[in-house]
């Protein structure tokens, strides 16, 4: 267990379309001017300077969009990829350098991994065996004093092992490290509940079951970090709500740091301490799941996190505290009256999300009128889509979406009033994207 720090994390792909077509290009007429060679070394930067520091015992979700960067800076913290710049400290060793084994971190891929010649006990023990190979080898480069075994009876050992191998189990000749081996992976097992799935091969297991081993694989290590990388997506939905809990309590128990990679809001917020959300290789905002989802950092933040999406109605700032929209005009509460005063006469985004209107009946000047465009009755909740500003220079805007009753029938085309739950508003700058806060937290 320990905490982990990410220093200035970078990190570049050689850019291979350009040295592609450096390459075409070199064969290509000498009359052909060649348009982009400097380019040619830059590379995509695919992770720029993330800085993320977890705590020791912590579950830190990383969540964003697929091809933000996740499985990159996962695949960099457990060594599989070089870093282009930054440092990775987990606990106070410095694990740039050392390679994957040396690093004491245990990793859990989407796609399980599982070889398939081996069975359960096997692909649990297969990277304990090495763990604990390493181990010694540490032990003994530390000065700790760990007898060598003499070597008649190591001898001795391997010819019993041998003898005995093809016969069942609990009949063959164990050595001392194997039966902490087996400690380790029926202790694992246990917690997982597949302890009747050992002797099976991992074409005789469900997708669920290969997850379990592939976790029990990561648990019997007992690791220092957990690093597990969209672990539920192969799963069915009700599995992967099963399993989503099961690591959570598992994590719980063992409280071994974790960082857990998704691109699932659920999963990101019902599971971690803390989120990291990332887009395009940038770390957007670190904080509680409530807090991302309360007090979101900036119209990215906003829009991921939330299902459908916060809309994003643009307004004016005027005269103070009010909002002026061509169909409405909300004032908002004196807890803006001094953050707002800066923005006295600019554009402004207002952020509703859909469970901050409600229907009301009157029609009043902070109220939207609206002709539902769409209704999705989803049995215990209700969406409806609407446009605003049809006819203004908007005219394009995409729908805008709001929740209500699933007692409420609305049909296309109704007209409706609805009115928006004031202290939940957000507002963002239009230019940056960037949340602008009231004076005092709401
Ligand atoms: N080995 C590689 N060479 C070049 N580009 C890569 C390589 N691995 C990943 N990328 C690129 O890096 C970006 C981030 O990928 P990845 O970390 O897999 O994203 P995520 O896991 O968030 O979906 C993608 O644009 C991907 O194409
Ligand atoms: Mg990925």
């Known amino acids: 267990m320990a905490k982990v720090t990410l220093e200035n994390i970078y990190k570049s792909f050689p850019n291979r379309n350009n040295s592609e077509r450096a390459a075409t290009q070199s064969i290509a007429k000498p009359t052909e001017k060649t348009s982009k060679p400097k380019q040619a070394n830059r590379g995509i930067s695919v992770l720029k300077a993330i800085n993320l520091e977890i705590q020791d015992g912590e579950f830190m979700v990383l969540v964003g969009p697929s091809g933000c960067g996740k499985s990159t800076l996962l695949r960099a913290i457990a060594g599989l990829e070089e870093l282009t710049g930054g440092n990775i400290w987990v606990g106070d060793r410095l694990v740039n350098n050392l390679p994957p084994k040396e690093r004491d971190i245990a990793m859990v891929f989407q796609n399980y991994a599982l070889y398939p010649h081996l069975n359960v006990y096997d692909n649990i023990a297969f990277g304990l065996r090495r763990t604990i190979a390493t181990e010694d080898k540490e032990d003994r480069s530390k000065g700790v004093k760990t007898k060598p075994l003499p070597k008649i009876v190591e001898l001795l050992e391997n010819l019993l092992r041998a003898m005995t191998r093809s016969l069942p189990r609990k009949m063959r000749y164990l050595s001392k490290k194997e039966r902490e081996i087996e400690l380790r992976v029926r202790e694992a097992a246990k917690l997982l509940q597949i302890e009747t799935l050992l002797e099976r091969y991992p074409k005789e297991l469900s997708g669920g079951q290969k997850q379990r081993v592939a976790l029990g694989r990561a648990i ?20 992967r709500a099963e399993t989503r809990s099961q690591i959570v309590k598992l994590q719980r128990h063992l409280e071994t740091t974790t960082i857990y990679v998704t691109h699932d809001r659920v999963e990101a917020m019902t599971m971690g301490d803390r989120i990291a959300v990332m887009n395009q290789g940038q770390i957007q905002q670190i904080a509680p799941p409530l807090e991302i989802y309360d007090r979101p950092a900036n119209i990215f933040v906003a829009q991921f996190m939330g299902s459908p999406a916060m809309n994003l109605i643009p307004v004016r700032l005027e005269r103070g505290i009010n909002l002026i929209h061509p169909q409405f005009r909300l004032t908002v509460s004196h807890d803006w009256n001094e953050t707002l005063k800066s923005y006295q006469g600019q554009s402004l985004l207002l952020g509703i999300r859909p469970e901050h209107f ?35 220079p908007n005219r394009d805007a995409k729908y805008f979406q709001a929740k209500i009753s699933p007692d409420r029938l609305v049909q296309p085309g109704e007209e409706i009033c609805l009115s928006i739950v004031q202290d939940k508003i957000h507002l963002f700058e239009v230019e940056t994207g960037r949340a602008i806060s009231p004076d005092r937290a709401i």
Do not use: C, H, W
């Not at 019997?220 to 599995?239: G, H, I, T, V, Y």
């Not at 029609?363 to 209704?375: S, T």
């Open 220 to 239: 019997a290590r007992n690791p220092r970090l957990f690093l597990m990388d969209e672990p539920l997506s192969n799963l069915d939905a009700k599995l």
């Open 358 to 392: 409600e229907i009301d009946s009157l029609k009043k000047e902070d109220n939207l009128v609206i002709k539902v465009e769409q209704v999705e009755a989803l049995g215990n909740e209700t969406y409806i889509a609407f446009n605003l500003d049809k006819n203004g």
